[in-house]
């Protein structure tokens, strides 16, 4: 691993990590990396490795980050993070804001453009987000970064993925993030999501906030975006199970910066053979993060948009006898090798009824995740 750390932090650091409530796994070392998902599911199934662990990129046909790695710690709560990172030496951050992509008024632009073409197309929600660049001085160790987000995380929820696997432009980069949307997740036979789409920022009076949050459980125009993403996951996962639940209506959940609609969805599958690999990789783009349908949806995003590389993509872990968990890589930054840079994005679902300012507001809530960690 090559990601800029310094010296004296503790030799535990890890390249990879998925810090959830319920449980976390973090690994070092490489004893062999995939760039195309469907080869490491292959390794899985023959027993070959043990794990595979990384990141899938947003664009389905860019190589992943995924890595066997070497040494593995499973536990059964959150990471906490090394007092290296909360009061010692490695807990100095200085952060600055070096550059927006794009500017507001061409974000309000693509929204606007986004709207009429849904008007006009058989594309009925896009997802069109925008980056902030950071610079730090001095460099940042992308741990502590992390450390940060789950110690600010509302469930303790933090990610890490080294993506050198993924090539030359990415050595020694890694993706942080605090995701709280499970893209999937299976232990045994049981698989389990938790899909967001439909936010709105929280508010600082706790009375005006508890409307908002029911304001949002009752909008329509945030209740059809949800169920795109339900529908999408439904009609991916419901053959591959013999029972399935997803309820009608979803119900609030929350971060310290967003409310969510979400839905708990359940099933259990018919085929113990379908890892959680393989379910990441045909569940990746949900319309959460990209749109509907998928193909036009991903075809304007990467007309309007910089590339976005492992943002909107998946983070997660598969062990060989399929379990695993996969996060939507979204509240995230990628963090440059030497630790001098970072970008970060934010997203928001785009249907006939958005509109733009609202949109470019809600944006702008969900870079607080980073941001507020950055001492931004």
Request: hydrophobic share 40%.
């Amino acid at each position: 691993m090559s990601a800029h750390r310094n010296p004296s932090a503790p030799n535990t650091a890890p390249d990879f990590l998925l810090s959830r409530g319920h449980g976390s796994v973090r690994t070092q070392g490489s004893k062999e990396v995939f760039t195309d998902p469907w080869e490491a599911v292959d390794a899985l199934k023959q027993g070959r490795v043990a794990m595979v662990v990384g990141a899938l990129p947003f664009e389905r046909d860019k190589p992943a980050a995924l890595t066997v790695p070497e040494h593995i710690i499973r536990e059964d709560g959150p990471l906490e993070p090394h007092a290296y990172y909360r009061f010692g030496p490695g807990s100095v951050l200085h952060a600055s804001v070096a550059g927006i992509d794009p500017s507001p008024i061409e974000h309000l632009r693509r929204v606007n453009a986004a709207i009429n073409t849904i008007n006009n197309t058989v594309l009925n929600k896009v997802v069109l987000a925008r980056a902030v660049d950071i610079s730090f001085e001095p460099p940042v160790d992308p741990l502590l970064v992390a450390a940060r987000l789950i110690d600010n995380s509302h469930n303790k929820d933090g990610f890490i993925a080294d993506l050198t696997p993924a090539g030359p432009d990415f050595a020694g980069h890694m993706l942080v993030g605090s995701s709280p949307e499970v893209l999937i997740k299976r232990q045994g036979s049981t698989i389990t999501a938790y899909p967001l789409a439909g936010s709105a920022p929280r508010l600082a009076d706790p009375v005006r906030d508890e409307a908002q949050g029911q304001n949002l459980l009752a909008s329509a125009k945030n209740l059809e975006e949800h169920s795109y993403v339900v529908n999408h996951l439904r009609t991916i996962l419901e053959p591959l199970c013999s029972q399935f639940d997803a309820p009608t209506v979803p119900e609030l959940t929350k971060t310290n910066e967003m409310w969510h609609l979400a839905t708990p969805i359940v099933g259990t599958l018919k085929y113990p053979h379908i890892t959680a690999l393989e379910l990441a990789i045909r569940t990746h783009p949900t319309p959460a993060i990209c749109g509907t349908p998928t193909d036009a949806a991903e075809a304007l995003i990467i007309e309007a948009e910089s590339p976005r590389n492992f943002y909107a993509g998946a983070v997660g872990w598969c062990d060989s006898t399929g379990d695993g968990e996969y996060m939507v890589a979204i509240r995230c930054a990628e963090v440059s090798e030497d630790g001098t840079w970072a970008r970060a994005w934010a997203g928001g679902g785009i249907v006939a009824e958005s509109d733009a300012q609202e949109e470019f507001d809600e944006t702008t809530a969900k870079l607080q995740t980073i941001m507020r960690s950055l001492g931004l």
